[in-house]
């Protein structure tokens, strides 16, 4: 290694203590800052949070229920986390929704770094972990109520049981046995999606290593029984609790169905191939080198069990979702362990190996990044400081300045270190910059804009109109946001735009929420009774929701 230890202070690093407190305290700082520092955005996290609220105001924890009715289309895990948190913190908070993601990605990064450990070196693990940690969508996903980062955990702690059964031991069998009782957990989480992306990952390695025969080896029909047991403890009651209905949605429409037709989020194959690396994000930047590194400069590497261990499980999962219709950035997050364990790994090589080229470059390139957002962020504080420029939402021009200039230094500070193949250094610094432009975006940034993406205003409102006499109803517009932030858990859903002009025209004191771009198709296609008035409009996200009235 050129640089083991370049300054005394970074002999820490190589302490096993001070790993684990590097990786918890980065990983607290990166997704526990300033985590109630919005509110619940549409569209994922008011809905989760309000079929967890339901549960825990009903008392119904078999069937998830949202808006009053049956909600089909996850099972209930993640539901009823949340609901545990909320209860154990004294009631719902944005602290308590979005706890259950922020501790999956803390024991994620932390899994992260003991299977590098494992597979590879320590050092490795190390580096996975910080990458995992800092790119966009994990450190985004990690904050937010979203199902995919616990069932990201599930999903990965049935890898790591897997391989540590596969390499043999005294524990095989256990380790065996967790595998599939992780399965079974992540398939309650979300889905078929939590048996299918470890099946065909393993399966895939096992062909590539030349050892398919060894699956007979992981206890299959000891471990299938406790897979099919953990999930029939919960299916069996659910599906006699919620009827016939129920039972074919959640086995076959939010299964098989949706995958196949993509009756939701519909995206075109090569969805992915563009996505992925603006999500991954400034890690991608490895890619190509670690790609020419692993397969031109040092292919034996690929020949190792865990090297194709890791490749199995990152490209078996991208073929999986690009070949489904319905894709979302998201889905693919249980596929982040896998990439950064080998870029951990190929900047471990590279190092040791005096390779330097290989690492140089993308860090130079890391370095003009930050040199030129700290540029971005100087030029942008003096137009706003001066009001040259009018944008919707407020920043700081003060916050901005200072962000520009430790960007920029830290920029200029990174090219030099990576000039003088300081490249530990050079790595070190650039998790500080973008743990830095993590903090300032939380604390700085997406505060700034949560007028324009929360339903909170939009739930006071409705709270300050309605009164008792008066009835809420909804056009076509699923609004969980506004069950949860007025507490109202039953909202009428009107499909048709006929049977609203009845509503309106027949019934007294209404007030309706609806889309504007619905709001004025009905105007110009049917006719509307006179007496209906728009009382406030209101922006969520990209949408603009009225809320019209028929009261006198």
Same mark, same amino acid.
């Given at each position: 290694m050129s640089d083991k230890n370049p300054f005394p202070y970074l002999a820490c690093l190589e302490n096993e203590t001070f790993r684990w407190i590097l990786i918890i305290g980065l990983g607290i700082v990166i997704f526990f800052s300033n985590i109630s520092g919005w509110d619940l955005w549409n569209p994922d996290e008011p809905r989760y949070a309000q079929v967890a609220k339901e549960m825990v105001e009903t008392g119904e924890f078999i069937v998830p229920h949202l808006n009053g009715d049956i909600y089909p289309d996850k099972p209930p895990i993640f539901f009823w986390i949340i609901a545990a948190f909320s209860i154990l913190l004294g009631g719902f908070s944005e602290v308590s929704v979005r706890l259950p993601s922020a501790l999956s990605a803390i024991l994620i990064i932390a899994l992260t770094y003991k299977f590098g450990k494992k597979l590879f070196n320590s050092q490795a693990g190390l580096f996975s972990a910080l990458i995992l940690a800092t790119n966009v969508e994990f450190f985004w996903l990690g904050r937010r109520a979203n199902i995919d980062m616990t069932l990201t955990l599930f999903i990965f702690l049935s890898f790591y049981f897997y391989y540590l059964g596969y390499i043999g031991g005294k524990r095989e069998k256990v380790y065996y046995m967790l595998f599939y009782f992780f399965m079974g957990i992540a398939t309650l989480t979300k889905g078929p999606v939590g048996f299918i992306i470890p099946l065909l990952s393993i399966f895939s390695f096992l062909i590539l290593n030349r050892d398919i025969k060894a699956f007979a080896k992981s206890y299959p029909v000891a471990g299938f029984a406790v897979f099919f047991l953990v999930i029939l403890v919960w299916l069996i009651p659910a599906c006699i609790k919620g009827g016939e209905a129920y039972t074919h949605e959640i086995l076959f429409k939010q299964t098989v169905s949706r995958y196949t037709t993509g009756w939701s989020h519909q995206r075109p194959f090569y969805y992915y191939f563009i996505n992925f690396p603006a999500d991954f994000a400034p890690w991608i930047i490895l890619i190509p080198w670690a790609i020419y590194y692993f397969y031109f400069v040092n292919p034996e590497v690929r020949k190792n069990s865990e090297f194709k261990f890791c490749f199995a499980w990152f490209v078996a999962t991208f073929i999986f979702f690009s070949l489904s219709s319905g894709k979302r950035n998201l889905y693919l997050l249980p596929a982040y362990p896998a990439i950064t364990l080998l870029l951990g790994y190929f900047i471990d090589r590279s190092i040791a190996t005096g390779q330097n080229i290989f690492f140089k470059q993308p860090f130079y390139l890391l370095g003009i990044l930050f040199i030129i957002l700290g540029m971005g962020g100087g030029i942008l504080s003096f137009l706003l400081d001066y009001q040259v420029l009018d944008i919707p939402v407020s920043l700081t021009p003060c916050s901005l300045l200072i962000f520009g200039i430790l960007g920029f230094l830290?920029? #200029? /500070?990174?090219? #030099? #270190?990576?000039?003088?193949?300081?490249?530990? +250094?050079? /790595?070190?610094?650039g998790i500080g910059l973008l743990t830095l432009t993590i903090v300032f975006t939380v604390f700085s940034v997406l505060p700034k804009i949560n007028r324009v993406k929360s339903p909170k205003f939009l739930g006071e409102k409705i709270v300050s109109l309605v009164k008792r006499e008066d009835k809420l109803i909804k056009y076509r517009y699923e609004g969980a946001g506004v069950n949860y932030y007025t507490g109202i858990n039953r909202i009428k859903d009107v499909k048709t735009p006929e049977k609203l002009i009845?509503?309106?025209?027949?019934?007294?004191?209404?007030?309706c929420l609806i889309r504007k771009r619905h709001y004025d198709f009905i105007q110009k296609k049917h006719k509307i009774s006179s007496n209906l008035k728009i009382v406030d409009e209101y922006r969520i996200g990209h949408r603009k929701i009225l809320i #019209?009235?028929?009261? +006198?």
């Open positions: 830290g920029g #200029v /500070f990174m090219m #030099v #270190v990576v000039g003088k193949n300081l490249n530990l +250094l050079s /790595f070190y610094t009845e509503i309106l025209e027949k019934e007294k004191n209404i007030y #019209v009235t028929n009261k +006198l």
